[in-house]
């Protein structure tokens, strides 16, 4: 592929790029012109990440094909989880509230959980009706997330403030020794659990579709420099959200739910094209194994800068979430221990997912 082919296909991260250094050159202006202005440019940068995100997530989508299942959903998941740490870590550098990590993960389980996965289920069970996966995975998933939430973010609320470096510590250990093993049962001898033989699979046919994008260097290189733009963004997207939301009444946790989301977008597209393409397994794979990764992962990392930082963030979550996440797990652990998804199981979840929001807007 051409310079010029390759520079059209990437165009919306040349206008995310262009759109940066924009928002370098004018955010003193901005700032100035009130938060009205404030918050035109945050929607304006919310909607360039989302743009760059997925162009991210494209890549990454196309190396999942190449090296296939359970390893394509592996890079699906961590690409998202990187670019939704980078924008906590830059977040949380700003006046950012000391609970937007605690939330920004609570939303992201309720999107992916009860969102994503409720969202897909319904609408391939309404066309397709039972669809089959392999119950290995959901299980594993489930269990392995109770786990990590329960360590990271309800057992904290018991934890004395003066030792909260000791549990900090731990809690970094913690995650780093359930990820490492969660990694070599996925991509090891437990394989089988988070893969599903489909009749008419049509893993070659979508090769060929994306050989003609460009090798895997390309793009790597291309999800490197898309998560570094992203960042840059990033740190506009913060000022101007903190300042446009000053005094304005919004709700606490409507940065962490923005946060979610823009990292959550493009599985949302990958995920109901596998569901209505009648592919669960890539579904179930993509909605909890993101669910995973971001309590697993992202709690170790921020962790790790209170810790160097020496400025503790809270992680206990509130009733009204622990709730929340109970009963979206006991919800998710019966639904998905049967082997088959339908538009009922795939409606319970979208009505927490609607509660969810319904809560967040009563800033709950």
Not at 39 to 59: E, F, K
Request: aromatic share 6%; glycine share 8%.
């Amino acid at each position: 592929m051409g310079i010029a082919s390759r520079l059209k296909t990437e165009r919306y991260l040349l206008i995310a790029l262009m759109v940066g250094v924009i928002a370098f050159a004018s955010e003193h202006a901005i700032l100035e012109m009130g938060q009205t202005a404030a918050l035109i440019a945050a929607a304006a940068l919310i909607g360039t990440i989302i743009l760059a995100s997925m162009r991210v997530a494209h890549h990454a989508e196309i190396l999942a094909i190449k090296v296939g299942d359970p390893y394509g959903t592996m890079i699906l998941t961590l690409s998202a989880v990187a670019v939704e740490v980078i924008i906590l870590a830059i977040m949380m550098a700003g006046e950012s509230s000391p609970t937007l990590v605690r939330d920004t993960i609570y939303s992201a389980l309720m999107l992916d959980i009860n969102g994503i996965l409720g969202l897909a289920a319904l609408l391939g069970g309404l066309k397709h009706g039972e669809q089959p996966y392999n119950d290995n995975s959901g299980k594993t998933y489930g269990v392995m997330i109770l786990t990590a939430i329960g360590i990271s973010m309800i057992v904290p609320e018991f934890v004395p403030d003066d030792k909260w470096h000791y549990y900090s510590m731990f809690t970094i250990v913690a995650m780093i020794a359930l990820y490492g093993l969660f990694l070599r049962m996925q991509v090891g001898q437990h394989s089988y659990f988070f893969s599903y033989s489909y009749r008419d699979e049509r893993k070659a046919e979508g090769s060929e579709e994306h050989d003609a994008e460009g090798s895997t260097i390309e793009s790597i290189a291309t999800i490197i420099v898309g998560v570094v733009i992203i960042g840059a963004l990033a740190e506009f997207m913060s000022a101007f959200m903190n300042d446009g939301l000053k005094g304005t009444g919004a709700p606490i946790g409507l940065a962490a739910l923005v946060v979610a989301t823009i990292s959550a977008a493009p599985e949302i597209l990958t995920a109901l094209r596998a569901a209505l393409k009648n592919r669960m397994q890539a579904t179930v794979n993509i909605a909890m194994g993101a669910s995973l990764s971001t309590v697993i992962l992202t709690v170790p990392v921020m962790e790790g800068i209170a810790l160097y930082t020496g400025q503790p963030f809270i992680m206990a979550m509130t009733p009204v979430q622990t709730v929340m996440v109970a009963i979206t797990l006991i919800a998710a652990a019966i639904n998905l221990n049967d082997g088959e998804t339908n538009a009922i199981e795939g409606m319970t979840h979208f009505i927490l997912f609607a509660t969810f929001l319904m809560l967040a807007g009563l800033g709950l």
